[in-house]
């Protein structure tokens, strides 16, 4: 014990001395000899227990042989006997509430039948429980979804989750409305676009172009001739971004795409209505998307 308490003395006065010089040893090493020192102290520290424990076991050696106990009484004192094991078959009947083979004598019923008896074993707790469990269940899921209506049926269930999928497809199909821009977009003739894409027009156009874009400020836009294009990309394009020059303010920041496209379409719907004081016509003839439709 003197000989391993000098070495750990000695190597953390050694610690102690690199440590004063940083060119002799790297923090790295440093790092290392402080670990092995707590890690050599641990293992003493161990040692001591160990002949702690073995000092602690002579002296009870001791104690009782001078108390006149034998060999085999102190070896029984130090080591006592350990717990027998039940045996497994034990455990299991004690789960199956089952009686070992050495008592089923005492269960056989009275009455057989062409020489073959009956044993009067119990039903298990843990089978009896489960049993029971499913009744009062049942109880419950008739007095939920029977009686008192609180839960749905497949039926209901079923027509309820696909009202939840119709608006779960309209708020992603309007999200993808917004994704169209000028190369995208299409020419469409559904009744309630195209009211929504006249709504728009109304609040943002009309004022340039009249309330049946017969044209005030700006061009006449239910003629056939066009000032920058009568496909629906061009119609896209020219409210999306503008014409600067002419005074056409562009819309990309104040409208969606999908109310872009509306307002497109809309427009394309207003080919040959010939509303009263229309303007005079501008730009060059053009055979719109519309009309070929048509």
């Not at 040692?47 to 102190?74: C, D, E, H, P, W």
């Not at 044993?119 to 008739?142: D, K």
């Not at 993808?176 to 469409?188: F, G, H, I, L, S």
């Not at 109310?259 to 009263?276: F, K, M």
């Amino acid at each position: 014990m003197k000989k391993c308490f000098f070495i750990i003395t000695s190597v953390l006065a050694t610690q102690q001395g690199f440590a004063q010089s940083d060119s002799m040893v790297s923090d790295e090493l440093k790092n290392y000899i402080g670990y092995g020192a707590i890690i050599t102290m641990l293992l003493l520290f161990l040692a001591a227990m160990l002949v702690l424990l073995r000092t602690f076991k002579v002296l009870i050696r001791v104690s009782l042989k001078s108390q006149g106990y034998t060999n085999q009484q102190i070896e029984a004192e130090l080591q006592p006997a350990k717990k027998e094991k039940k045996p497994k078959g034990e455990v299991w009947n004690k789960l199956l509430s089952l009686k070992p083979l050495s008592e089923e004598k005492s269960l056989l019923i009275a009455h057989e039948y062409d020489g073959i008896q009956e044993l009067n074993n119990p039903t298990p707790a843990w089978f009896m429980v489960l049993f029971y469990s499913t009744i009062i269940f049942a109880v419950g899921y008739l007095m939920v979804y029977h009686v008192f209506d609180i839960g749905q049926l497949q039926d209901a269930e079923y027509n309820t989750e696909v009202a939840q999928a119709e608006v779960a497809k309209k708020i992603y199909l309007s999200k993808a409305a917004n994704r169209v821009d000028e190369n995208t977009v299409k020419v469409v003739t559904d009744p309630a676009m195209l009211a929504e894409g006249k709504a728009t027009f109304k609040s943002t156009c009309a004022p340039c172009h009249g309330d049946n874009a017969q044209g005030v400020v700006g061009p006449n836009l239910t003629d056939e001739y066009w000032l920058h294009g009568s496909k629906i990309n061009d119609i896209f394009k020219t409210i999306k971004y503008g014409v600067q020059a002419k005074g056409m303010p562009n819309w990309e920041k104040q409208l969606s795409p999908k109310q872009i496209a509306d307002v497109s379409n809309y427009i394309l719907s207003l080919q040959g209505t010939h509303p009263a004081g229309a303007k005079e016509p501008q730009g060059d003839k053009e055979t719109t998307e519309k009309l070929a439709l048509n």
